[in-house]
Structure formats: structure tokens, C-alpha cells
């Protein structure tokens, strides 16, 4: 599925540009004012081989989808169901080393909101993941019956 909502087509966008032509770009490729525009919805997760991997950075958006601030937690620390959609998502960018969109919905203060979200793979080397730019948007919201 595409990302429809535009800032996830800008840092869509955006990671092309600094992919070129390798495969994936690396974190050293991006200043980081250039996240300005979608730091309150970007969670920055940092991977080593088999682990699921460390969330190192939370957007303050990004709390009441997850529960709580997870920044410095590995992404198993998520809730049930957010945590498997975030790690069902990683590992088909680690499987498939390309970015892969989505929608999930979660009741949130009894509403029931669907987020629109992306992940973009990073790579120090070209071959292997390294950290995962993952990023949501609430796109829908109604009352849960």
C-alpha cells in the first residue's frame, strides 16, 4: 500500500532523494533538521542483528498511539497490539530492505483512530538495516461502540 497522507508522501519523498542510487540510505545522510517537519510522529528504531531493536527516539505525537514514551525501550516493550504491528513491519524491512506502509487502528480514549503509517529502512553499508525511520499519522477517528 502507498502512503496517501502528504507527510508521509514528503518523508517518502525525502528518503528517496537521499537514497540516489543505493539501495537504502544511511542515517549520515540526513541532517537531522530535516526531520523538523514530522518529529512529533517519527520514531527513530536502532537495530542489532536478531533483536527486534531500541526505540532511540519517540515523537511526543506519537504517546497516546503507544501508551507511553518508549524512548531508550526495545520495541517487545510496545503494547500487545502496537507492539506487534511495529515488529511485524520490521521485519518485513529487514526481510524485504524496502519501505512498507500501512493502516492500523487503535482505541484511544474510547475512539476508535486509524493511523496511516511508513517505515523507511537505513543502512550503514548498503546491505543491512541499520536503524528504521518509522513515522504515523492519525488519518480517522470515531467513536468506539
Same mark, same amino acid.
Given at each position: 500500500?502507498?502512503?496517501?497522507?502528504?507527510?508521509? *508522501?514528503?518523508?517518502?519523498?525525502? !528518503?528517496? $532523494?537521499?537514497?540516489?542510487?543505493?539501495?537504502?540510505?544511511? $542515517?549520515?545522510?540526513?541532517? *537531522? #533538521?530535516?526531520?523538523?517537519? !514530522?518529529?512529533?510522529?517519527?520514531?527513530?528504531?536502532?537495530? /542489532?542483528?536478531?533483536?527486534?531493536?531500541?526505540?532511540?527516539? &519517540?515523537?511526543?505525537?506519537?504517546?497516546? @498511539?503507544?501508551?507511553?514514551?518508549?524512548?531508550? &525501550?526495545? %520495541?517487545?516493550?510496545?503494547?500487545? +497490539? %502496537?507492539?506487534?504491528?511495529?515488529?511485524?513491519?520490521?521485519? $518485513?524491512?529487514? @526481510?524485504?530492505?524496502?519501505?512498507?506502509?500501512?493502516?492500523?487502528?487503535? *482505541?484511544?480514549?474510547?475512539? @476508535?483512530?486509524?493511523? +496511516?503509517?511508513? %517505515?523507511?529502512?537505513? #543502512?550503514?553499508?548498503?546491505?543491512? /538495516?541499520?536503524?528504521?525511520?518509522?513515522?504515523?499519522?492519525?488519518?480517522?477517528?470515531?467513536?468506539?461502540?
Amino acid at each position: 500500500m502507498e502512503s496517501s497522507h502528504l507527510k508521509l *508522501v514528503a518523508l517518502r519523498a525525502l !528518503w528517496e $532523494r537521499k537514497r540516489g542510487g543505493k539501495a537504502m540510505p544511511s $542515517r549520515a545522510d540526513f541532517d *537531522v #533538521s530535516e526531520f523538523k517537519p !514530522w518529529l512529533g510522529n517519527l520514531m527513530l528504531i536502532d537495530l /542489532v542483528e536478531a533483536d527486534a531493536g531500541t526505540i532511540r527516539l &519517540c515523537g511526543t505525537n506519537l504517546l497516546s @498511539r503507544f501508551g507511553g514514551d518508549f524512548t531508550g &525501550c526495545s %520495541v517487545t516493550a510496545l503494547p500487545n +497490539e %502496537v507492539g506487534a504491528s511495529v515488529c511485524s513491519s520490521i521485519d $518485513r524491512v529487514r @526481510r524485504t530492505k524496502t519501505v512498507t506502509s500501512g493502516t492500523h487502528m487503535r *482505541v484511544i480514549n474510547g475512539k @476508535r483512530v486509524t493511523f +496511516e503509517e511508513i %517505515v523507511l529502512p537505513l #543502512s550503514d553499508d548498503g546491505m543491512q /538495516v541499520k536503524t528504521l525511520l518509522f513515522a504515523s499519522y492519525p488519518v480517522k477517528s470515531e467513536q468506539a461502540l
